[in-house]
């Protein structure tokens, strides 16, 4: 199914461990997306992607690494986890759209997410 | 940065009661999307309403940009549209990063 497929689902990681969260889509997208879920906090971006080979930071980017691999791939690496970094991680793709002179940011399409627990 | 509130944090429905969520920002966007995000936490792009008002079935949202709040409302309710809503706006003009509220939960009980 077309779609944002992230990996893994789970993860549990101890505190100094490094991982990278992978994301693809295949849906064509340029924009590529990660956000971060908490507990109330609603989501907050991470970094994103406006196209391939760019990359730039969010709303809270320390702690945090991110390649675009390629059109359809963009991961996310935690180099030395902290229990901050515990949270539910979303990937998303969108691809702009030319509304006269402007270009609208709509139908984005989030994978299935990533539950991380570091302790 | 832009502020985003959404209100009530917490609604509980019994099946078929309408229900309306708000969302106000502080700053003027040029526009709004709504986003439903279901128990198994799949988020799902509901609305991109900048202006004026849009419908899909028993969900309508509108927005006043000049008054910088957002409305969705839910018709009829049914235990499928159990989950969290989240409205976002851009950080700023014409940008693709979104700053999303902290959502409303909705429980629809049978």
């Known amino acids: 199914n077309a779609g944002v497929t992230q990996t893994p689902k789970f993860q549990v990681l101890k505190t100094g461990q490094s991982m990278t969260l992978q994301c693809a889509q295949d849906?064509?997208?340029?924009?590529m997306y990660w956000y971060r879920q908490d507990p109330g906090m609603g989501l907050r971006l991470i970094y994103y992607?406006?196209?391939?080979?760019?990359?730039d930071k969010g709303e809270v980017p320390n702690g945090y690494n991110v390649s675009r691999l390629n059109k359809r791939e963009f991961s996310l690496r935690l180099e030395s986890a902290a229990p901050s970094q515990t949270s539910v991680y979303f990937c998303?793709?969108?691809?702009?759209?030319?509304?006269?002179?402007?270009?609208?940011?709509?139908?984005?399409?989030f994978g299935s997410g990533t539950r991380l627990t570091v302790v | 940065g832009i502020q985003v509130e959404q209100s009530p944090p917490d609604l509980i429905l019994q099946e078929g009661a309408n229900s309306t969520l708000r969302c106000n920002f502080s700053?003027?966007?040029?526009?709004l999307q709504w986003f439903h995000q279901n128990p198994w936490g799949q988020l799902i792009n509901l609305f991109y309403?900048?202006?004026g008002t849009k419908q899909n079935g028993r969900l309508s949202a509108t927005t006043v940009a000049t008054e910088r709040y957002s409305l969705l409302y839910i018709s009829s309710s049914q235990t499928t549209d159990s989950g969290v809503y989240f409205c976002?706006?851009?950080?700023?003009?014409?940008?693709?990063?979104?700053?999303f509220g902290k959502g409303t939960k909705l429980t629809v009980n049978p």
């Open positions: 976002a706006v851009p950080t700023q003009g014409g940008s693709e990063k979104l700053v």
């Open positions: 849906m064509n997208h340029n924009s």
């Open positions: 992607s406006a196209s391939e080979g760019t990359t």
């Open positions: 700053d003027s966007v040029n526009n």
């Open positions: 309403i900048p202006s």
């Open positions: 998303a793709s969108n691809r702009p759209q030319l509304a006269g002179h402007l270009l609208e940011y709509y139908g984005y399409t």
